[in-house]
């Protein structure tokens, strides 16, 4: 069964101190890889698409890249702002559209 | 765009009580989902809908739980004799083919059984 796996679950920052989420999946055919931001009591909010092995997308102090197995949230230079909880969404080709998605990693970051 | 709106953005309801929520998704987004969230956990599938038509349900939707999409606009999700493990927040997504299949979430709704 196709699952997607974040890790760590929860990662404590100083500001400035940067590193990277993870988001491996079992896949029989990426269809898209989705990163999101979620704040306590809201819906998750759009970060990135990524459709295929190599590509690299930034926005701010995030980058997304994707490998054939796993991708990749860095974050440099963090600041309190950023955080929240990070989820990531595949959707697999040879199946319906319907992204599954990881349990998220929550992120804190201390001033 | 507006963004996608859910309404109301909390319930708080007694068990055994019906109650519906309203999704509007962005204008021009032809697929429509519904998600359901828990604390912990990512959001869960529970039903998706390309223009008017229910095209997907989980099958650990139950019976209790129904969805509409009307002329292919804004959505409902109604949940009939609700219980305590439904409490819960309920999402709303949409997303558009052309636009690489993307999907918008909206604010949530969330839902307490007593």
């Known amino acids: 069964e196709d699952q997607v796996t974040q890790s760590p679950e929860a990662l404590r920052l100083q500001e400035g101190e940067s590193s990277s989420l993870n988001c491996s999946y079992t896949v029989s055919g990426l269809r898209g890889l989705f990163w999101y931001r979620q704040d306590p009591g809201k819906g998750p909010e759009f970060l990135f698409t990524?459709?295929?092995a190599g590509e690299e997308k930034e926005k701010e102090r995030l980058k997304a890249t994707l490998t054939k197995k796993e991708s990749f949230l860095h974050i440099t230079a963090p600041k309190p702002e950023d955080s929240a909880t990070y989820l990531c969404?595949?959707?697999?080709?040879?199946?319906?559209?319907?992204?599954?998605f990881g349990r998220g990693t929550s992120l804190i970051v201390h001033p | 765009d507006t963004g996608v709106s859910q309404d109301p953005r909390h319930k708080i309801t007694k068990r055994g009580q019906n109650v519906t929520f309203r999704c509007d998704p962005i204008?021009?987004?032809?697929?429509l989902y519904w998600y359901r969230q828990t604390l912990g956990q990512g959001p869960e599938f529970l039903t998706y809908f390309q223009n008017e038509a229910q095209l997907e349900k989980s099958r650990l939707l139950s019976d209790r739980f129904s969805a509409e999409r009307p002329k292919g606009s804004f959505s409902t999700l109604e949940i009939q004799r609700t219980e305590q493990g439904d409490s819960a927040m309920y999402l709303c997504a949409s997303s558009s083919w052309d636009r690489g299949e993307t999907q918008y979430f909206g604010p949530g709704t969330r839902l307490l059984v007593l």
């Open positions: 204008s021009e987004h032809n697929r």
């Open positions: 990524l459709y295929s």
């Open positions: 969404a595949v959707s697999f080709s040879g199946g319906s559209y319907i992204p599954t």
